[in-house]
């Protein structure tokens, strides 16, 4: 799929809810039909140490970072911000809970962002903090 498809799926219903059980509805449903850019061992922090109170679902999409430096309240107390790069994890049908490590494909709306996180080899994804990180396994 051309990127600007990849950057459509993940711009549709960026913030929405629905009732359906993934809450991303019809991203969910359209980055079924995306291959990956890329592999990477997921692994979400435990709630207690930091990650997420919810599972993520596929639709999940966040800033994700090379290194994992950051202010202490949100992304707006950086004084010399790094540099983020854009990428979803292909969870599959099933959400992937806190404290959980996953096998996962990624894609990312831009061919730099993939590049990137590549050549890090491990990152890290912000969902108003750190909350996961990630092993490349195959670029």
Not at 49 to 59: D, I, K, N, Q, V
């Amino acid at each position: 799929m051309p990127i600007a498809d990849i950057r459509q799926v993940a711009q549709d219903d960026f913030c929405c809810m629905t009732d359906q059980p993934n809450p991303y509805g019809e991203r969910a449903t359209r980055m079924r039909e995306l291959a990956p850019a890329f592999v990477a061992d997921l692994h979400l922090y435990p709630t207690e140490e930091g990650g997420r109170e919810l599972p993520m679902y596929l639709g999940f999409c966040c800033p994700c970072f090379v290194e994992k430096v950051g202010p202490k309240a949100g992304i707006e107390g950086w004084a010399n911000p790094p540099t983020g790069h854009s990428a979803c994890p292909l969870l599959g049908d099933s959400p992937m809970h806190p404290g959980e490590t996953r096998r996962v494909g990624f894609v990312s709306l831009s061919d730099e962002s993939v590049e990137a996180l590549v050549s890090a080899g491990r990152f890290y994804l912000w969902d108003g903090h750190f909350v996961a990180e990630a092993k490349v396994v195959t670029g």
